[in-house]
């Protein structure tokens, strides 16, 4: 995650001097601002969409019983299930990391504390995520995810992925808040409601702004649909548009292959590879 974020960073002392690194000390900052803030959003829906599919595996493996400290295979933090009988919602799921604890490859600490309103696979039930104290390999996330069943259509399951409050501390300590709203389509697995690994989904559309310290604001909108497979950690294919006070272009998640790089394409055509 570190690596985006450095990455993009590195794009003003390049490539981008010839765009606007070249200016004043006042547009040097705003431009720096911007390249970070598109580093810090990214990896920020990259690991809201790690938090989602923890919510969905804790709420979906986990049995009905009212049971407390439940053991989930790909989830080091120890579970408790709170509810006031084996069928009734809602059910609140806390999943406790404490002072750290690793799986592939990732370091959690803290809390998310996962109420589910109603079977997720029926229309109008949300999976509500709340952070508490809780950090993702260094990085210190706050605010709620609302992933809401808006489906309309029983073989197009539909969701809405809200993001509120949303606070990233980035490991240089670098704020940025953040917030956004994704519609969110099922398009395989849909046979399968309860098994999630072949689930593939697709955002048709949703926007996601960012707030640096400076006050600079960058907002990052669907393109083109942007395509996440249950078994990759990262979007493998589709485009978001990139609007800042300088810095204006399209990142490409590329072509459905199940990797971690992409590319940005600044408005004057020059196009950078990078890798989450």
Known sequence: MKKTAFLLLTICATTLTQISCSGNDET???????????????TIDAINDMDIKTGLIVTTKNTSSAKSD?????????I??????PTSYPKVFTVDYGTGC?????????KLKITLSGPIITTGSKITIERIDYSFNGIKLEG???????????????WSRKVTNGKFTDLE?????NSGNWTVKQTAGVDTPYVLEDNTYEMTE???????????????????????KYACDFISKGKLKVQGNLLNGVVDYGNNDCDKKFTYTNENGTTFNLSM
């Open 28 to 42: 040097n900052k705003q431009s720096e601002s911007d390249i970070t803030s598109v580093g810090a959003s990214l």
């Open 173 to 177: 300590g670098r704020v940025y808040l």
């Open 70 to 78: 439940e053991t989930t295979p790909g989830i080091c933090g120890a």
């Open 80 to 85: 408790t299930i709170t509810q006031q009988s």
């Open 206 to 228: 949703g926007n996601h702004s960012i707030t640096s310290s400076n006050g600079a604001v960058l907002t990052l909108t669907v393109q083109e649909s942007l395509i996440k």
């Open 144 to 158: 709620t995810i609302e992933y809401t069943n808006t489906t309309t259509v029983a073989t197009v399951p539909q």
């Open 102 to 110: 690793t799986d592939n490859l990732i370091n959690r600490k803290g």
